[in-house]
């Protein structure tokens, strides 16, 4: 595991190169959206297809410059050709309905869950396989 500049992102072992897994663990601030940005960028990057797990164990929303910070935003955006699933455990109810919403006009697979129902999503996700056969 290693840890964004102020802590608030965790990224987590993953099984697989082409599965990226963070914690959301305080406040996000705009270093560690950055931090986490520049991680799923390489991964495009490297894989081309990506699968992405978010567990929000203790999410407290996020600094307004992590909001609005340019390079993230251009990460997400470009994300949504590279990302095959993206899956969410612990999400608040708004972001649940984003997340729900996003997955029926975007073409990538979402899927939330509980987060007591983290090993579900981990094997839901392991079920899938690669992103890229």
């Known amino acids: 595991m ?4 102020d802590g608030s992102i965790i ?5 697989r190169p082409d599965l990226l897994a963070f914690e959301i663990r ?3 601030t705009k270093p560690d959206i950055e931090w986490m940005s520049a991680l799923v960028d390489a991964a495009m990057t490297a894989h081309g297809t990506i699968d992405m797990l978010l567990v929000m164990s203790h999410y407290e929303g996020s600094d307004l410059g992590a909001r609005f910070d340019g390079y993230a935003t251009g990460v997400m955006a470009r994300s949504v050709a590279h990302i ?7 999400a608040p109810a708004f972001a649940r309905a984003m997340i729900t919403l996003s997955g029926a006009v975007l073409p990538v697979e979402t899927k939330t869950f509980d ?4 090993a579900a999503a981990w094997a839901y996700l392991a079920e899938a396989g690669p992103a890229k056969a």
């Open 115 to 118: 987060l007591a129902d983290e």
């Open 26 to 28: 305080d406040r996000i």
């Open 11 to 15: 990224q987590r072992d993953a099984p």
């Open 84 to 90: 095959r699933r993206y899956v969410v455990v612990g």
């Open 2 to 5: 290693t840890t964004a500049p």
